[in-house]
């Protein structure tokens, strides 16, 4: 989402003031349902992107690795219904549980209740409830929050007044575990500045560009990203060797016109540069472009993953 700009800066004397005050979102009041099988929930404390859907699909995979019928629930309308990576469009079932879908069995429902109870009648061993906390419908066995290093927790403030969902000093007393995502220089930073309010054990972790045999080194790029925090993907291209001809930024979940498309195979053609987006704005392309656009894996890769193999069920 776009942050406003008084999120990240250093709170002024009114926002001191009445910054406690913020109320946050507004939690559910209805008790949360106990599953069949285990969930492990995962969920950020922050409005912004964080890195969460990369942290869903990696704690499947590793989940998946260690032989357990691993299935993915997320928050969607209606009734539950299984992703068919194929056979869906982003605009059905939205471009997460899409992306999150060509790596473990996904479900989508209105009620996270119901999506778990259908993916447990489907043969599930074990559920990623993504966006399972803070607000959890289900009862989880292990709560793992992700957050991003380099923003932290923006002025510190629950919304509307900053980027949080809860007050800090209430935000991770239900978390096992928080993961934060970024390089070395901001997780020290958040250390520093962050680490006294978090009463939970703490991981880092990195997104880290998938080796697909691309040579970037000297390459032509017309890039465009809608994800949280764009900047971030132009900067990894940029890390890779790439040259940015062109990097639009997006909004999140932004929908692919054909005349924004148009207009970004244009002025690629005329740059002789190659036309590049993240996995998750690829699943929003009309099938016909798909092929005219190169993708960016990236992979989300904790420093150990010892701490969490130690807690998921």
């Known amino acids: 989402m776009a942050a406003p700009g ?13 910054g406690p ?4 979102v507004r939690r559910r009041s209805r008790p949360a349902a106990k599953a069949e099988v285990p969930v492990v929930a995962v969920g950020s404390a922050s409005l912004w992107g ?15 690795a260690r032989g357990r019928a691993v299935h993915v629930v997320t928050r969607g309308a209606g009734p539950a219904f299984r992703v068919d990576e194929r056979g869906h469009a982003a605009a059905e079932v939205g471009d997460e549980p899409l992306l999150i879908a060509a790596f473990a069995p996904t479900w989508v429902a209105a009620r996270p209740a119901d999506g778990v109870g259908a993916a447990a009648a489907a043969g599930a061993e074990i559920v ?7 607000d ?8 793992i929050a992700v957050e991003d290093a380099v923003r932290g927790f923006g002025n510190g403030y629950a919304w509307p007044l900053g980027p949080l969902k809860r007050r800090i000093r209430d935000a991770f007393g239900d978390v096992d575990h928080l993961l934060t995502v970024g390089p070395a220089a901001a997780q020290h930073a958040f250390s520093a500045r962050w680490a006294a309010d978090v009463p939970c054990p703490r991981l880092a972790a990195e997104l880290v ?24 993907f132009f900067a990894t291209l940029a890390g890779l060797g790439a040259t940015l001809i062109r990097a639009q930024a997006l909004s999140d979940h932004q929908e692919m016109t054909p005349a924004l498309l148009g207009r970004l195979e244009a002025e690629a053609r005329r740059a002789g540069a ?5 996995e998750k704005d690829a699943v929003r392309l009309p099938p016909g472009f798909r092929p005219k656009v190169v993708s960016l894996p990236v992979r989300l890769e904790p420093a150990d993953w010892a701490p969490l193999d130690a807690l998921l069920p």
């Open 50 to 64: 964080t890195g969460k859907t990369p942290a869903v699909i990696a704690l499947a995979q590793r989940l998946a």
């Open 136 to 143: 959890s419908a289900v009862v989880a066995d292990v709560t």
């Open 6 to 18: 008084f999120w990240t800066r250093p709170p002024g004397r009114l926002l001191r003031l009445v």
């Open 128 to 134: 990623v409830l993504d966006g399972g906390w803070p």
């Open 209 to 232: 560009p998938l080796q697909t045999g691309m040579d970037w080194s000297g390459l032509d790029v017309v890039a465009f990203a809608g994800i949280g925090a764009p900047e971030r």
């Open 21 to 24: 005050l913020a109320p946050g």
């Open 274 to 278: 190659q036309l590049v987006t993240t």
